[in-house]
């Protein structure tokens, strides 16, 4: 694998002084190296050898602790291989990367247009209403209301009854689709790992702060698939084209799937739709906007708008062709785009995330 070592801060590089800076370098090599922790433990020695890395530090020592801590594995051949907590790490390193101004902020509700079943028992009361759910009866507070009105003789009249007050949770459906053509490494860019990197940390802060929340991660090329969060930081890009359309019906279906009323997508590509599936056909047009792919492709994305899914695109690219068709799709979806470079796309997907938090229901 080609690393271009002049993307990491060679600077900091220099300065590691013991295992947990060691750790964020190796993850961040895993993350390059498509999941591989052979590939990424191969380039740590060579970077030890050009001189980023102290020579003196042991890294078969390291290596070692990270077996002992159980972050990596063998499997049947004796290869390295990511285990779960490997895996759950890298998650939490991409969080911690990308989101940590969220640590030190609340938990919100989600600008969404339908309010959500759930409710959470606060620990204030109030008094009984008519129609109130008596499951919320707060016993304690309902018993001392008719001991202050009759110490002598406990008896419960309908004024005694106070209910706990409640909070509305509202619970959203979250999918992510990213695009793994060619094209999201040519040109010396490499703008996959920062889209997949966006992804492990969205799961981990949904996983750790919004547990009622769910996201599927959909990856789109020549077709689409879904990609197990266990599984996500080995999805590496191909020799694909990009169908779009692909990429947001597997989304659609998997978020109709899902029990939540609220349902959004994230679409994070740097292309043009260039191919279709007809059948077992693959219909592909690479040069410009190919009207039979555009049309196909739009209907899908009013397929999403008819469910309720709210569709934002992050486009990795500015060409004036491709920004009027993102238009129109986002016209048609009533939903919003954003044209971001690799390095500002993580700030973008955390501003529209925690935006659609923070809104109050009523």
Known sequence: MDYRYGELPLDLLRSLLGFEELLRLFLELVLRAGGDPE???AAMRRLQQMGVIDPDLDLDEFLRALEEQGLVGRDGQGKLALAGPGERRIRRAALEEIFSSLARSGAGLHAVPRAGGGTELLGESRPWEFGDDLVRLDPVRTVANAARRDPEELSLRPD???????????ACATAIAIDISHSMVLYGEDRFTPAKKVALALAELILSKYPKDTIDVVLFGDDASVVPLEQLSQASVGPFHTNTKAGLALSRGL????????RQLFL???GKPSCIREGSRLYKNPFGLDLKIVNRTLEEVERCRRDGIQLTTFMLA????LVDFVETMTKLARGRAYYASPTDLASFVFRDYVRNRKKLFR
Do not use: G, H, K
Not at 255 to 262: F, K, P, Q, T, Y
């Open 39 to 41: 590939e990424a433990m």
């Open 160 to 170: 005694d009854f106070e209910v706990f007050e409640t909070e509305s949770q509202t």
């Open 255 to 262: 978020l109709a799937r899902r029990r939540s009323r609220n």
């Open 268 to 270: 994070i590509t740097d």
């Open 318 to 321: 500015t060409d004036p062709a």
